[in-house]
């Protein structure tokens, strides 16, 4: 059984001129001990999708559909169970560890308090379970780190940092949100290979959130790419990133960069730019982007079903070899 | 000569409570009308503000900068001297870059030399196409345009002053892929077209690759490499610029797991002995801990500051060069 299954999850945010959907009927499966990737560009619902199933979406805003995890229903649990549940058996890494971790509060404080709180151990039981998990995610000296302050830790390590009060109590499920946007390639490669053995090592499964294609084939196991808040294509990282069916992922992935590519060929670029939430485009949301349209993508919104190993939402399908 | 030149650069900063902070320490680059240099490294290590220097916007305290032959002087209370106005700067962030209540179209036009009104807006409509916006974008604000659209506006700015060098601070950073590819192309293509130099920083290597002709790896104040970007990509001679090219993650689906280099840029208030990437590399021996390498030009327009790498020799791969080298010591 999946540890987080989610279905037809929308959402709809309040804006000064109305409701705005953002997500727009989303399903994925998690499954333990692995890593699912989703990638998309800004604006398509990645972010807010996540919130949504911990309750942190702004006042007034709605939810609909279902997120099972480990069998209880996410969407609609009262406020306390699902604070009990996030921060023990989920728990959340976002993209700016300079600010998801607070500057007037040592590093041990902010780990002990958040184990006191969940596990109950008192407090010496709860430094010693901080040293470890310092231990855990490669700080040097931790016993030092304990004392130290944020702003003594350059980006890497307070990334380092608050991926550790995340794993404080032993997760099942950790969601990063873009970890590794505001760091450094060398850095960056140093967190990535740190959740790749952490969710080894722990049985941790990882919904990782990223604008960058690259990073999703490092340690995705599968993938699903949003555009304008839908899935438009899913499934193993194998199969959609080397044989990419849906116009759209085949686009994203034209645009970048290769470092294997030949020559100097100039990248291929997507026209136009990605529509922004409340003026998604009517149909298939990428059709005034996509050069393989037909009259129906202009009316008829393409589901998402299932295509052999994945899940496409492309009717047309014209990239089937 | 080329356009652009900076010689042994030195920039200083004062660290609040004392003490000086050298960001960079003598680094050198040329800029030529027609190519786009890349210059990366991780951040703190320097690139910005030699990037700031080059055109004037900080004090240099040794070496020289000089655009067009005459030397770039550092921007004061006075107007900016007439001859730089053919260096032009587009800075990292186009949110806050550009004025949100003027229009597109008057931003741009601060910088055009018309005769009249009309040739103004001529003039505007042009450089407006130019960078891929549309003729109407000029009756527009800045909050109307997203973020890669706004880079191009500030990249029209800069060309209305018909300028033979260009220095970009981070311009692709904060975009999304698509919005990268175009603006990455669009450089390309406005150096080939316009005869353009441009300076290119990012810490993103693989987008350098696409846009760079050339690229300069900087690290810790100083240049450890410079060459042709092709080739400095596919046999780096520096151990940094190898660990930079390794740290690069692979889009290609195959669950590459890129490369991490260990430790992080020192304070540049106390930089290590001897070869300043010393303490992070995987083939430091003796030497590199006393005394430091020059950069030195190896064959086909490289150069590197490594003891791995021999003067006039080409490039050698590090790990190779290193395993030959503890083998003669050991049977020494």
């Given at each position: 059984m999946s540890l987080l299954a989610v279905e037809g999850l929308r959402v709809r945010l309040p804006t000064p001129g109305g409701p705005v959907t953002v997500v727009d009927g989303v399903d994925y499966e998690v499954e333990p001990a692995q890593v699912f990737g989703i990638a998309g560009e800004s604006g398509s619902g990645k972010t807010v999708s996540m919130l949504a199933l911990l309750g942190l979406l702004p006042e007034r805003s709605s939810v609909e559909g279902s997120a099972s995890f480990g069998g209880?229903?996410?969407?609609?649990?009262?406020?306390?169970?699902?604070?009990?549940?996030?921060g023990r058996e989920l728990s959340m890494v976002f993209q700016d560890p300079f600010t998801s971790l607070h500057p007037m509060l040592s590093v041990g404080q902010q780990l002990t308090e958040h184990i006191r709180l969940h596990l109950g151990l008192d407090r010496r039981s709860?430094?010693?379970?901080?040293?470890?998990?310092?231990?855990?995610?490669?700080?040097?000296?931790?016993?030092?780190?304990?004392?130290?302050?944020?702003?003594?830790?350059?980006?890497?390590?307070?990334?380092?940092i608050a991926i550790a009060i995340a794993l404080a109590c032993r997760p099942k499920l950790l969601i990063?949100?873009?970890?590794?946007?505001?760091?450094?390639?060398?850095?960056?490669?140093?967190?990535?290979?740190?959740?790749?053995?952490?969710?080894?090592?722990?049985?941790?499964?990882?919904?990782?959130?990223?604008?960058?294609v690259g990073v999703l084939s490092?340690?995705?196991?599968?993938?699903?790419?949003?555009?304008?808040?839908?899935v438009v294509e899913s499934g193993a990282r194998d199969a959609v990133l080397q044989s990419p069916r849906h116009p759209y992922t085949?686009?994203?992935?034209?645009?970048?960069?290769?470092?294997?590519?030949?020559?100097?060929?100039?990248?291929?670029?997507?026209?136009?730019?990605?529509?922004?939430?409340?003026q998604i485009p009517p149909g298939c949301a990428f059709h005034p982007r996509c050069r393989y349209a037909v009259d129906s993508c202009r009316s008829e919104v393409p589901p998402l079903v299932r295509v052999g190993e994945r899940r496409l939402a492309c009717p047309v399908d014209p990239l089937h070899a | 000569m080329s356009a652009l030149e900076l010689r042994d650069v030195v920039v200083d900063y004062e660290r609040r409570g004392g003490g000086l902070v050298r960001a960079v320490a003598g680094a050198s680059l040329d800029v030529d009308r027609g190519r786009v240099v890349?210059?990366?490294?991780?951040?703190?290590?320097?690139?910005?503000?030699?990037?700031?220097?080059?055109?004037?916007?900080?004090?240099?305290?040794?070496?020289?900068?000089?655009?067009?032959?005459?030397?770039?002087?550092?921007?004061?209370?006075?107007?900016?001297?007439?001859?730089?106005?053919?260096?032009?700067?587009v800075f990292q962030n186009p949110y806050s870059s550009l004025n949100p209540r003027r229009t597109i179209g008057s931003q741009i036009g601060d910088g055009v030399d018309a005769s009249s009104r009309a040739a103004r807006t001529a003039r505007v409509k042009e450089l407006c196409e130019l960078v891929g916006l549309p003729a109407a974008a000029a009756t527009r604000f800045p909050h109307e345009f997203s973020g890669g659209q706004r880079q191009r506006v500030a990249i029209a700015r800069a060309l209305a002053a018909k300028p033979s060098v260009i220095v970009l601070d981070e311009p692709l950073a904060s975009l999304d892929a698509s919005a990268q590819a175009q603006l990455a192309n669009l450089l390309r293509a406005l150096s080939r077209e316009l005869g353009l130099g441009l300076l290119l920083i990012s810490h993103d290597l693989a987008i350098v690759r696409h846009v760079a002709d050339t690229v300069s790896v900087m690290y810790l104040g100083t240049m450890v490499e410079t060459g042709p970007t092709l080739p400095l990509w596919t046999s780096p001679a520096h151990p940094y610029s190898e660990a930079l090219i390794a740290a690069v993650p692979r889009p290609d689906g195959r669950g590459f797991l890129p490369e991490s280099l260990p430790g992080e840029v020192p304070d540049p208030a106390r930089p290590p002995s001897g070869c300043r990437f010393h303490p992070r590399c995987p083939y430091a021996f003796d030497r590199c801990r006393t005394e430091e390498p020059a950069l030195?030009?190896?064959?086909?327009?490289?150069?590197?500051?490594?003891?791995?790498?021999?003067?006039g020799s080409p490039p050698a791969p590090p790990a190779e060069r290193a395993a030959n080298l503890s083998a003669k010591s050991t049977v020494e």
């Open positions: 209880r229903e996410l969407l609609g649990m009262p406020r306390k169970q699902l604070r009990e549940v996030s709860a430094e010693k379970r901080a040293v470890e998990l310092l231990a855990d995610v490669r700080i040097p000296a931790p016993e030092a780190a304990l004392r130290a302050f944020p702003h003594q830790f350059s980006g890497g390590m307070r990334q380092r990063a949100d873009e970890p590794t946007t505001a760091l450094d390639v060398t850095v960056q490669a140093g967190i990535l290979r740190l959740l790749d053995r952490l969710r080894h090592e722990h049985e941790l499964a990882v919904v990782l959130i990223t604008h960058d490092s340690i995705a196991d599968t993938v699903s790419i949003f555009y304008a808040g839908r085949r686009a994203l992935l034209d645009a970048l960069p290769h470092p294997e590519a030949a020559k100097e060929k100039p990248l291929v670029a997507i026209g136009g730019a990605p529509p922004t939430p409340g | 890349g210059l990366v490294g991780e951040s703190g290590c320097g690139k910005s503000t030699l990037a700031r220097a080059a055109v004037g916007l900080v004090a240099t305290t040794g070496g020289s900068v000089v655009f067009e032959g005459a030397p770039v002087s550092t921007l004061t209370r006075r107007a900016r001297p007439r001859s730089l106005v053919r260096l032009q700067l030195v030009t190896l064959a086909d327009g490289r150069a590197a500051a490594c003891w791995l790498q021999a003067e």
